[in-house]
Antibody
Framework: QITLKESGPTLVTPTQTLTLTCTFS??????????VNWIRQPPGKALEWLAL???????RYSPSLKSRLTIAKDTSKNQVVLAMTKMDPVDTATYYC?????????????WGPGTTVTVYS | QSILTQPPSVSEAPRQRVAISCSGS????????VNWYRQFPGKAPKLVIF???LLPSGVSDRFSGSKSGTSAFLAISGIQSEDEAYYYC???????????FGGGTRLTVL
């Protein structure tokens, strides 16, 4: 059974760097085709894809946020970390990490419960 | 402003059928598979349709998906009050080089 869980600060101040950790089980990020995404959702708004890291360390970023994002994996700990610099109140959102497996063509299939981050000025 | 376009809301009476549309372009829906997610308030999205029309294990067969050109559709038959939720479509975008989502559709069961 695949599970993911996000962790990190619930409150950050503007201009700070946000660091979130996704801890997962039930799959390995060394398996061909596997990836972990970060997706966020501001209160009352739609889902927004942020970043993706694949088993081979290939990384993809949302073009509008690319300059502020860094994604990395630690396969020994079964973790993926997302860093977002220069936080602003508009970045207040629930942040999700989610599994994907290209070999099964299921796309983004299993999501973590999410972690809420408030940028408070 | 989401890249994929969905109606903000749809409503239908219990036991009826409803369809939700998702309109994109050749770089996303037109050229790649579409997934659909259901989301209850305060909860994470859950996959209900993948690869345009495939049903994940454990998802009710009242859900079905289809795609034609740059538009995709999610249909729910025999609507129940438990189906009241937000529904999002998603697809890989070859220009963004990442996933794009629709703005979400709120389903109300009358």
């Amino acid at each position: 059974q695949i599970t993911l869980k996000e962790s990190g600060p619930t409150l950050v101040t503007p201009t700070q760097t946000l660091t979130l950790t996704c801890t997962f089980s039930g799959f390995s990020l060394t398996t061909s085709g596997v990836g972990v995404n970060w997706i966020r959702q501001p209160p009352g708004k739609a889902l927004e894809w942020l970043a993706l890291i694949y088993w081979d360390d290939d990384k993809r970023y949302s073009p509008s946020l690319k300059s502020r994002l860094t994604i990395a994996k630690d396969t020994s700990k079964n973790q993926v970390v997302l860093a977002m610099t220069k936080m602003d109140p508009v970045d207040t959102a629930t942040y999700y990490c989610a599994h994907e497996d290209n070999s099964s063509s299921s796309g983004v299939d299993v999501w973590g419960p999410g972690t809420t981050v408030t940028v408070y000025s | 402003q989401s890249i994929l376009t969905q109606p903000p809301s749809v409503s239908e009476a219990p036991r009826q059928r409803v369809a939700i549309s998702c309109s994109g372009s050749s770089s996303n829906v037109g050229n790649n598979a579409v997934n659909w997610y259901r989301q209850f308030p305060g909860k994470a999205p859950k996959l209900v349709i993948f690869y345009n029309d495939l049903l994940p294990s454990g998802v009710s067969d009242r859900f079905s998906g289809s795609k034609s050109g740059t538009s995709a559709f999610l249909a729910i038959s025999g609507i129940q009050s438990e189906d009241e939720a937000y529904y999002y479509c998603a697809a890989w975008d070859d220009i963004v080089n990442g996933w794009v989502f629709g703005g979400g559709t709120r389903l109300t069961v009358l």
